[in-house]
């Protein structure tokens, strides 16, 4: 009796979609907490990312959430009503806060392995004002004279547009409840929860929007 010939397995993809979707490009979304408004005068505090993801059928999800609390650097000014805003206690004995190198390090970690995994040549910042949080990592990085920085420096993927286009709303809090999704005012001005909801934002807007190609594949 002959055997049956065994099934040939499925060969994955060489290349992900995530590199063809954005030109080589890994979206990530940050959000950082700060002491001002200033990048060059005020202190990073807080900094949060979420490398964006695609699940088996190609859409975009949620990657790991990072995130690390930051000690002032030397010389930079904190203005009190930030922390009112934020909620952030500097000598907090949980906020086990890291010098910026060290946090930056953390961070960028995960990104980088996002990367790796898709493929991609760089990171593309996302966010909710996208150049706020884009000029105080700039800004660190560059007090830090950090060598590994995965971001791009000046190109960004702004939620604010992208709610604005998709629901005619530019406040995240209304942008999210726009979008179908609730929003907690008690946790907001956290990194993390910023950064998850402007995440789920951006997955929600981007998967509404048709993928170069899909109607001549």
């Avoid at 490398?51 to 190609?58: F, K, M, R, S, T």
């Avoid at 005012?185 to 998967?207: G, K």
């Amino acid at each position: 009796m002959q055997d049956t010939p065994a099934t040939p397995a499925v060969a994955s993809p060489c290349v992900s979609p995530m590199t063809r979707r954005f030109r080589g490009f890994l979206p990530v979304v940050v959000d950082v907490e700060t002491g001002g408004f200033d990048w060059n005068r005020h202190a990073l505090l807080e900094i949060a990312v979420v490398p964006i993801d695609l699940d088996q059928a190609g859409r975009f999800i949620l990657g790991d959430t990072a995130c690390a609390h930051l000690e002032p650097a030397p010389g930079l000014e904190i203005d009190p009503k930030s922390l009112e805003i934020t909620g952030i206690v500097l000598d907090h004995p949980f906020r086990l806060a890291k010098p910026e190198k060290e946090a930056l390090d953390h961070v960028f970690a995960p990104v980088r392995a996002a990367m790796k995994k898709h493929g991609c040549q760089r990171a593309i910042l996302v966010g909710h004002n996208a150049h706020f949080d884009l000029n105080f990592l700039n800004a660190a990085v560059a007090r830090t004279q950090h060598k590994r920085n995965p971001f791009h420096p000046f190109s960004v993927f702004d939620t604010v547009t992208m709610a604005g286009l998709a629901y005619g709303q530019t406040v995240l809090a209304r942008a999210v409840q726009a979008a179908g999704m609730e929003w907690n005012p008690e946790q907001a001005h956290s990194a993390v929860y910023d950064v998850e909801q402007t995440a789920r934002l951006f997955c929600t807007i981007a998967n509404q929007w048709p993928q170069p190609g899909a109607s001549g594949a």
